[in-house]
Each structure stands twice: as structure tokens, then as C-alpha cells.
């Protein structure tokens, strides 16, 4: 079956530019998670949905990041005012019920 | 305090050798625990997960010690494929995931 997709699978972007980001869920996986992950490094959590709860924001690094999940399936990762610091791959996942994460390919964006 | 850490490595083994990683973390309350592997410039994808009695999976061993807050896994008779960073992941609630920054292995020809 289909796995997780993101788009664009890169995005480069001028300084103070706001970017979107997409990810497609797993069907029926009520959890989606953004993370993003620097060169060499580990994961940074951003943000995670489950079903029709309000989202555990507690991730996002400035009221710069906002996401969204609609209808319980695809989500928007917004970034506003983009800078170079953004520079990262952002990755999502889907997950059912304490079950195992399923990761897209990532988002790599280039802020220049 | 971090909810996992690891030993970031790296870790740098001859083919054919064993090696070992552990994790620690932080909160008693953990319920699940996985290993999920990482090739370069890719997306972590499962290993395997964590059993309180331990699992093997061919080549791999996961260990968990709840009195301890350690999880450990053990690859046998290293490959060349091995080489990969291994995240050790722990979730507190069913569903918020907390990952360590990971272990570099690299098997040597």
C-alpha cells in the first residue's frame, strides 16, 4: 500500500519568504508527526495530531512554525518569514495507536 | 534531562564483528520501545521493536531493562549494509514518540 508522501521533496526559498510544506498520512492512521532534522543531527519534534484532539504544539520553535491537519488526513506545515536557521529536511510520520512511526521521504528546504 | 540518550559514536567495526548500543531514558512511565535504523540522507525506518522479555530478529538482539531504564541492541556477524545510524525510541504516552539523537555504526571491509 501507499506509504507516507511529502512535497515538495525540496524547496529552496529567500529569507523572509513563507514556504508550505506538505505530507499525505498513512489512510487511517489517526497520528501524523512533523519533525525536522539539521545536518547530522537527531530529530527535532515539532508538532504531532491525533485524530480530533488539538495538537500538541509544544515542539515548534517560534510562532514563525504553524501546521495544520485537515479532515484528519493530509497536513500543512507553514513557515513564515523563513530563516536561514529553517535550513533542514522536515520529515513527517503516521502512526496508528503506539504502533511504530511510518516516515516520508522528508522535505529538504535550502533558505538562502 | 533528555527523555533518551545514546552514545552518538561512532562506532567503527570490522565486518564479521558484534557490536552493542545502548539507550537510557528518562521516565519510568515508558511504554513502548523501538530501534529504528537510519541510512544517510533517508528516513528512519524500523528495525525492530522492544519486548520486555527481549527479541531477536536473525542478526539482532533488543534488550530491555525496565529497572534500569536501559534498552540495548546487539548486531551479530556485522555487514557492510549494517552501516547506518541506530535511533533508539521511547514513547511515555501511546502516542508521543521521543527519539535519541542516535548511534553512527560504521562496518569496515
Known amino acids: 500500500g501507499a506509504g507516507v508522501s511529502q512535497s515538495p521533496s525540496n524547496k529552496v526559498t529567500e529569507k523572509g519568504k513563507d514556504v508550505e510544506l506538505r505530507c499525505d498520512p498513512i489512510s487511517g492512521h489517526t497520528a501524523l508527526y512533523w519533525y525536522r532534522q539539521s545536518l547530522g543531527q537527531g530529530l527535532e519534534f515539532l508538532i504531532y495530531?491525533?485524530?480530533?484532539?488539538?495538537?500538541?504544539k509544544s515542539g515548534l520553535p517560534s510562532d514563525r512554525f504553524s501546521a495544520e491537519r485537515t479532515g484528519g488526513s493530509v497536513s500543512t506545515l507553514t513557515i513564515q518569514r523563513t530563516q536561514q536557521e529553517d535550513s533542514a529536511v522536515y520529515l513527517c510520520?503516521?502512526?496508528?495507536?503506539?504502533?511504530?512511526?511510518?516516515f516520508g521521504p522528508g522535505t529538504r528546504l535550502t533558505v538562502l | 534531562r533528555k527523555e533518551v540518550e545514546q552514545d552518538p559514536g561512532p562506532f567503527n567495526v570490522p565486518e564479521g564483528a558484534t557490536v552493542a548500543f545502548n539507550c537510557t531514558y528518562s521516565?519510568?512511565?515508558?511504554?513502548?520501545f523501538f530501534w529504528y535504523r537510519q541510512d544517510c540522507r533517508k528516513e528512519p525506518k524500523l528495525l525492530m521493536s522492544v519486548y520486555s522479555s527481549g527479541n531477536e530478529d536473525g542478526r539482532f538482539t533488543a534488550q530491555l531493562n525496565r529497572a534500569s531504564q536501559y534498552i540495548s541492541l546487539l548486531i551479530r556477524d556485522s555487514k557492510l549494509s549494517d552501516s547506518a545510524t541506530y535511533l533508539c525510541v521511547v514513547t511515555v504516552t501511546g502516542n508521543q514518540f521521543y527519539f535519541g539523537t542516535g548511534t553512527s555504526l560504521t562496518v569496515i571491509p
Open positions: 495530531f491525533q485524530g480530533n484532539s488539538a495538537p500538541d
Open positions: 510520520a503516521s502512526s496508528a495507536w503506539a504502533n511504530e512511526q511510518f
Open positions: 521516565n519510568s512511565a515508558s511504554q513502548s
